[in-house]
Antibody, heavy 119, light 111 residues
Framework: QVTLKESGPALVRPTQTLTLTCTLSGFSLSTSGVRVSWIRQPPGKALEWLARIDWDDDKAYSTSLKTRLTISTDTSKNQVVLTLTNMDPVDTATYYC???????????WGQGTLVTVSS | QSALTQPASVSGSPGQSITISCTGTSSDVGGYDYVSWYQQHPGKAPKLMIYDVSKRPSGVSNRFSGSKSGSTASLTISGLQTEDEADYHCSSYSSSSTPFVFGTGTKVTVL
């Protein structure tokens, strides 16, 4: 059974760095053709794609957030980690991780984790 | 990178058909057959309904269909049911520096 689960802090102060972890189950990022993306959704707003890491460790980032984002993996734990620096209240959103495989985009999603940025 | 344009809301009665549009540019929707659609119920994660413009993942009802003309993609829901009431998001591969772009989202209401 394929599952993804996001974890991280629910509250972050402005200027702090957010670190989110996506734990994968039922599949491995080491498998050819597998990709994991991070996508966020501010309350009541549209989805926004943030970053992606591939089975071969290739990475891609949203142009608008590239200077603040880092995506990485911990293969021993089958986890994908996202860091977002210099958090601002506009970064308040539900953050999702989602799998893509063999060109089928975002076929499995995590439940999402709400991150609020407030002092 | 601008979001793809969707109507804010679409409504229909049970049994009717509705169509949601998703307008982009030649750099995304118009340039590639990599448009996908997601259904999202309140408080839930999105669910893949259509990919590669018109392909349905296993388990998705054949009442959902996708198409594309030029830089506008469309999702049609036929035989509208109460459980179809949700938000729908389109997405496309993009040749811009950001490889994926989502739409502005459409709220579907079943009257």
């Amino acid at each position: 059974q394929v599952t993804l689960k996001e974890s991280g802090p629910a509250l972050v102060r402005p200027t702090q760095t957010l670190t989110l972890t996506c734990t994968l189950s039922g599949f491995s990022l080491s498998t050819s053709g597998v990709r994991v993306s991070w996508i966020r959704q501010p309350p009541g707003k549209a989805l926004e794609w943030l970053a992606r890491i591939d089975w071969d460790d290739d990475k891609a980032y949203s142009t608008s957030l590239k200077t603040r984002l880092t995506i990485s993996t911990d293969t021993s734990k089958n986890q994908v980690v996202l860091t977002l620096t210099n958090m601002d209240p506009v970064d308040t959103a539900t953050y999702y991780c989602a799998r893509s495989k063999y060109g089928v985009p975002f076929d499995y999603w995590g439940q999402g984790t709400l991150v609020t940025v407030s002092s | 990178q601008s979001a793809l344009t969707q109507p804010a809301s679409v409504s229909g009665s049970p049994g009717q058909s509705i169509t949601i549009s998703c307008t982009g540019t030649s750099s995304d929707v118009g340039g590639y057959d990599y448009v996908s659609w997601y259904q999202q119920h309140p408080g839930k994660a999105p669910k893949l309904m259509i990919y590669d413009v018109s392909k349905r993942p296993s388990g998705v009802s054949n009442r959902f269909s996708g198409s594309k003309s030029g830089s506008t993609a469309s999702l049609t829901i036929s035989g509208l049911q109460t459980e179809d009431e949700a938000d729908y998001h389109c997405s496309s591969y993009s040749s811009s520096s950001t490889p994926f772009v989502f739409g502005t989202g459409t709220k579907v209401t079943v009257l």
